[in-house]
């Protein structure tokens, strides 16, 4: 009898666990490791679109984050005063399953890692790799943890800063010179669907958490990737708000200097030629970080989690199945990180009146066709 193939999964967030889960109801021997000593996420929350939540409903897994989230199947446009302009009917709800369900990042978190445990899973919070050597059986591995071990494949779900992309391949992430400012507010009876507002060179944003949750973003450019005092945050937001009416106006008129506001760099990474290399497979964030202009980063996470469980439950050389991954991602995370980043550039390019007013055309005349054409791609196999 063959013994179970051995994966070590490098990083506890959405893509490492889910991972875990995808790979551990393969029947294979899994352990996750994150240098974080529990699980404690950071950020407000996140929207799972149709594409991830099909991926999630193959680990049993659809149900348990439908209920914990909030569903919902349009995109609503509105300008800086919160004038209506146009909405798009997602075209990601098919199967049986919503177009969009919102939740609370430690909501998620939590059932991922109860999932990962139903399944066997090996989780070791406050450890990490500390060194990896390609092997003849596979790849040793010394742990921070002060143990050593030899598995089949490394699985290199850590983050945009990731240490192992960065030791195998030299790459860095680019910031795209924008960032975004999020912070959870109670949720306001208007907001029952993700809907975005087009200022001057911004963009602010609201997204359902829950019945009681939701958030605001805004993407602002940041050139120069500024570090900011997390203790300017809350000023620094309200500036970037002002011009601001109606319904972003007056939530952000009832900001307080005590709100959780979470501000990020919005970066790009993608690998070209391979994500492989010496018995580690840099996936996620890791791999391909972009834009969130389309809610889709951690559902390409979740998504490859997903197929790599397929895949490598099947018989035959690691390497092997490994190729046939890499075939089946490389070109549709490459095609959702382009459209994020074009939608990035072409909302933050409204810097006169003119652009803003040709941005304000698209967004009512060409928005629908362009956006489902992306849903179209998205609905098929991954």
């Not at 992430?173 to 993700?194: D, E, I, K, M």
């Not at 074009?342 to 390019?349: D, Q």
């Amino acid at each position: 009898m063959a013994s179970k193939r051995r994966i070590l999964v490098i990083g506890g967030g959405i893509g490492g666990l889910t991972a875990g889960v995808a790979l551990g109801r393969k029947d294979i021997d899994v352990t996750v490791v994150e240098i974080k000593p529990d699980n404690t996420v950071a950020g407000v929350g996140i929207n799972i679109p149709g594409n991830a939540l099909r991926a999630l409903r193959r680990l049993d897994l659809l149900d348990d984050t439908v209920n914990h989230g909030y569903t919902f199947d349009r995109v609503d446009f509105h300008d800086s005063a919160s004038v209506h302009l146009a909405t798009v009917a997602s075209k990601l709800g098919i199967d049986g399953v919503p177009a969009n369900c919102a939740i609370q990042r430690r909501d998620l978190a939590q059932l991922l890692e109860k999932a990962c445990v139903d399944s066997g899973v090996d989780i070791r919070y406050g450890t990490t790799v500390e060194t990896v050597t390609p092997a003849a059986t596979g790849v040793h591995v010394r742990l921070t943890d002060g143990t050593s071990d030899t598995f089949d494949l490394v699985v290199a779900f850590d983050g945009i800063r990731s240490a192992q992309r960065k030791r195998i391949f030299g790459v860095e992430p680019v910031h795209t010179g924008y960032s975004v400012w999020r912070v959870a507010l109670p949720r306001h009876t208007a907001v029952t669907s993700n809907m975005y507002f087009q200022g001057m060179g911004t963009k602010a944003g609201l997204f359902p958490l829950n019945e009681k949750t939701m958030y605001l973003l805004h993407v602002t450019p940041e050139p120069g990737n500024p570090r900011h005092d997390p203790e300017q945050f809350y000023e620094l937001l309200q500036t970037r708000l002002d011009g601001y009416t109606g319904l972003v106006g007056d939530l952000a008129a009832g900001l307080v200097p005590t709100d959780d506001i979470v501000y990020a760099p919005i970066e790009e990474v993608f690998l070209g030629g391979t994500w492989y290399r010496d018995g580690v497979l840099v996936l996620g964030d890791a791999a391909h970080a972009m834009a969130p202009h389309r809610t889709q980063g951690a559902a390409m996470a979740i998504e490859d989690a997903v197929a790599l469980g397929e895949i490598l439950s099947r018989p035959g050389a690691v390497a092997e199945l490994v190729d046939e991954f890499q075939e089946r991602r490389f070109g549709r995370c490459k095609m959702i990180q382009d459209a994020s980043k074009n939608i990035l550039l072409s909302e933050m390019n409204t810097t006169d009146q003119d652009s803003l007013d040709r941005q304000i055309e698209f967004l009512k005349n060409d928005l629908v066709r362009v956006a489902h054409q992306v849903d179209d791609e998205l609905n098929t196999a991954f």
